[in-house]
């Protein structure tokens, strides 16, 4: 696999779990989970 496939499917399950969180919080507490998880990660 490439990088650029693994990349694209990186993004893809990223975009799926913040979907699914998002449906259940409400979007300032998504931002503030978003923002904070980015840092830890980051």
Do not use: C, H
């Amino acid at each position: 696999m490439t990088s650029t496939q693994q990349r694209s499917e990186l993004q893809s399950q990223i975009w799926k779990i913040a979907n699914e969180v998002r449906g259940s919080v409400d979007g300032w507490d998504f931002k503030q989970y978003v923002l904070g998880a980015l840092f830890v990660v980051g």
